[in-house]
């Protein structure tokens, strides 16, 4: 007997099932949980409701009625941090041509490698030697303030931690309301999961620590800066 | 870790005396306990979500082995390795094995309660690989080479000017006077060791079987480097983990970033799916899960204990304790410290020196329970410790004189003669004992006996009253 046999057998003995019982098929059954609602009042607007979220959680707002402005916004921020090298992620809303005509008229170096196969130190040597990373959020949760960025390819997970500063773009259409209504959108099973994402990242705030006699300190290993730019309308595709 | 409880008196002691400890601790009572509060006050359905977080823990133990198997085929069908650890030795055996196979020089670790239980640092060291902490409070520790003092905050006992020396000798730093310059100081010597590692280990938060994720929760960012950089992923848990499904995790969501930091989210909750998949830039290639007992399946099967793994290493109990607040983490003598710890402890190791301190070591105020996001009766669990210390000869009988003396108290307390006679007793003696021991150990007894006293004071009364 090996020690997955063991384990199993004692909680099996534990919790006094037949221990020759083989396992079920199907799940143990439960009565179906009552999810909380969200604590928000009916009606509140998403878009405000997130953006004061933000506003908490130290991260600097920023609003765009299009592609266009998100551009403008996107360029204010590089000059007003003076950014010398940028990361980003290969995205459609990044890649809108409004947008990527604005960041390389504004001169910052993108390192991003464009190829399809690079070696992963390369490559996280080039994102670590970024000023700033750029990201596109698949989701944003209102309640929260919080930006979910899915891995995949072209969506590394480096952009967003390794460079000091991080720039969200977040098309107010992917706005949800909280926690419950993300986990609907997230893999079922394993099977799923497989044809999708291997990382889910929640962002909220500032990489941040207290370690230190309580006192509080951005920035100690993931970025200090975090900036959202919310296009309020867009034609940007769902995620 | 090898356990210290029985030297709990002394410790403690020691620790009432330490004036920066005492200030880190009225810190965490000002700071980590009023932030919880708050938290929770703001949060209108707490106690119904709190409720669910309970239901939720129990339904997952008492189906555990249908959850773990449906979490082990769910993990292997994402490409990820399940390893099943009976005991520290054997999940240490694992880890190391792992290292040994893939040439693994240097490991990178987020901050993992169980890493420190198995006692998993000092075995990979012992076997050549570069072990880095890389939770700030934990790399202080670890350069201390002391023992974490609290779960979530391991360096909470450090002062600043301790830390800027630390960090003089052993990295030769200049002198820091500010917290900012020291974590952005450690900030850049870990970033390197991030860049270079072959493998990070991490622990585990959640596991949802239904989809065979790892859920991890932190501030810092240093979980994040350690899962995205290195090749291999490593993450050590205990079974207890587990729960079924998403909605589920958003439940748990809610409630553990409040009651550790009162924070309505941790800045980061990352969720893994097994390695990277095929075109994904970066990310492990290899996810190792290793489950680990330990002495939690023992705990199960016991109904009066089986609550204590409902536990999501909040840390409310330890902020909140009145014990805690005074003696701090290191006098527990293992890694669990607070309420928790004195539950957790005597049940993990079942060492008769464990059960006969830390269960003691609580006034019973229930405080610990009122906090805990998955009601753990905590207060309940430790009296029950406490009857088995005295009463079952598998955790540890109570010496034969104690209980003699405390036969003796109870028939002279359950009978007035002998109790009235006690106490006649004890004013003749009283000047002649008083000495003996050490100062403040005999407090007088009352003049006179609290019956007499009253009988007097009820007919003065009387008579007041009929002279009114």
């Known amino acids: 007997m090996d020690d997955r046999e063991r384990i199993l057998t004692r909680i099996r003995k534990g919790l006094e099932r037949d221990p020759g019982s083989a396992p079920g098929k199907g799940m143990p059954s439960r009565p179906e949980a009552k999810q909380s609602s969200s604590a928000a009042a009916a009606g509140d607007d998403l878009v405000t409701r997130f953006l004061e979220a933000c506003e908490r959680e130290s991260v600097e707002i920023h609003t765009a009625a299009d592609a266009a402005e998100a551009g403008d916004r996107l360029v204010g921020i590089l000059e007003s941090s003076r950014v010398e090298r940028i990361f980003t992620w290969i995205d459609p809303v990044l890649a809108h041509r409004e947008v990527e005509a604005r960041i390389r008229a504004s001169h910052v170096v993108d390192l991003t490698p464009r190829v399809d196969h690079m070696d992963q130190d390369t490559f996280e040597a080039l994102a670590a030697r970024a000023d700033l990373g750029i990201t596109a959020a698949d989701w944003a949760l209102a309640d929260t303030g919080t930006l979910v960025l899915f891995s995949s390819a072209g969506h590394s997970r480096s952009a967003s931690l390794l460079p000091p500063v991080h720039v969200a773009i977040v098309p107010a259409s992917r706005i949800l309301s909280g926690l419950e209504e993300l986990m609907e959108k997230l893999p079922s099973d394993a099977v799923e999961a497989l044809k999708r994402e291997s990382n889910v990242t929640l962002i909220t705030g500032t990489s941040k620590t207290a370690d230190i006699e309580l006192s509080l300190v951005r920035g100690v290993h993931g970025p200090g800066t975090v900036h959202v730019i919310v296009i309020r309308d867009t034609d940007a595709s769902q995620p | 870790m090898e356990p210290r409880c029985e030297q709990f008196m002394n410790t403690s002691r020691k620790a009432l005396q330490d004036p920066h400890l005492q200030e880190a601790l009225r810190s965490i009572d000002a700071n980590l306990r009023t932030m919880r509060d708050a938290a929770f006050q703001e949060l209108p359905n707490g106690e119904a979500l709190r409720d669910q977080a309970r239901n939720i823990r129990d339904h997952t133990l008492e189906h555990l082995d249908r959850y773990l198997e449906q979490l082990e085929d769910r993990v292997t069908q994402l490409g990820g390795t399940v390893h099943w650890a009976e005991d520290a030795a054997a999940a240490r055996r694992i880890v190391e094995g792992l290292a040994a196979d893939r040439g693994v020089r240097t490991v990178v670790k987020g901050k993992s309660m169980v890493s420190e239980e198995i006692g998993l640092n000092e075995g990979l ?268 000869p598998e955790w540890g009988p109570a010496p034969r004189n104690e209980q003699g003396l405390f036969r003796l108290a109870g028939a002279v307390l359950s009978d007035r003669l002998l109790y009235e006679g006690a106490g006649n007793i004890a004013r003749v003696l009283y000047p002649l004992i008083r000495n003996m021991g050490p100062a403040d150990t005999f407090p007088p007894p009352a003049s006179r006996p609290f019956r007499q006293s009253h009988k007097r004071k009820s007919r003065k009364g009387r008579k007041d009253a009929h002279r009114g």
């Open chain 2, 125 to 392: 060291a012992a076997r050549g690989v570069d072990v880095v902490e890389t939770d700030l409070g934990e790399y202080i520790i670890q350069l201390a080479c002391e023992p974490p003092s609290h779960i979530v905050g391991p360096a909470i006992h450090k002062t600043k000017d301790q830390i800027a020396r630390l960090f003089c000798e052993a990295l030769d730093a200049p002198l820091m006077k500010d917290p900012e310059k020291m974590a952005l100081f450690a900030r850049r010597k870990l970033r390197e060791r991030f860049l270079t590692a072959d493998m990070g280990v991490t622990g585990a938060n959640f596991l949802v079987a239904s989809s065979g994720a790892l859920v991890l929760l932190e501030n810092e960012g240093n979980i994040r480097m350690s899962t995205t950089l290195p090749r291999i992923h490593v993450a050590v848990t205990g079974i207890e983990k587990v729960v079924p499904t998403w909605g589920d995790l958003s439940v748990l969501l809610q409630l553990l970033p409040r009651s550790t930091t009162g924070q309505k989210l941790s800045s980061y909750v990352s969720l893994f799916l097994g390695p990277r998949r095929p075109g994904e830039p970066d990310g492990p290639d290899e996810f190792h899960l290793v489950l680990v007992d330990n002495g939690r399946s023992r705990i199960l099967a016991d109904k009066a204990f089986r609550e204590s793994l409902r536990c999501i290493r909040c840390g409310a109990c330890l902020n909140t304790c009145p014990v805690y607040l005074k003696i701090g983490g290191h006098a527990y003598g293992w890694v669990y410290s607070g309420p928790i710890g004195s539950v957790l402890t005597p049940q993990l190791l079942r060492d008769r020196r464990c059960t006969s301190t830390l269960p003691f070591a609580s006034t019973l105020c229930g405080a610990c329970a009122d906090v805990c996001p998955v009601k753990i009766n905590i207060p309940r669990i430790l009296a029950e410790l406490r009857s088995r210390y005295a009463d079952d």
